[in-house]
């Protein structure tokens, strides 16, 4: 999650292409034996980003909200 969180915020990421043509804010994790992709649709990369503030602080991401133009969100 770490490094997806860390792509997502990288305005320059989703319009990278790794290899196989996918948005490069996606990342591989090893669960045993198996390699899974994990990653963000770019057109959902602000509600990730929402998501994650609200793991830390909802009051937060209200802020920003607010702060950039918008409404608090619901």
Do not use: C, W
Not at 16 to 32: A, V, Y
Not at 39 to 62: A, C, P, W, Y
């Amino acid at each position: 999650m770490p490094t997806l969180r860390n792509r997502a915020f990288h305005f320059e990421n989703p319009y990278k292409q790794n290899p196989s043509d996918t948005p490069r804010i996606s990342t591989s994790m090893l669960f045993g034996e198996t390699k899974v992709i994990v990653g963000i649709e770019t057109n959902k990369v602000e509600s990730f980003l929402d998501d994650m503030l609200d793991n830390f602080d909802s009051e937060l991401r209200e802020y920003i909200h607010i702060h950039k133009g918008g409404k608090a969100p619901p």
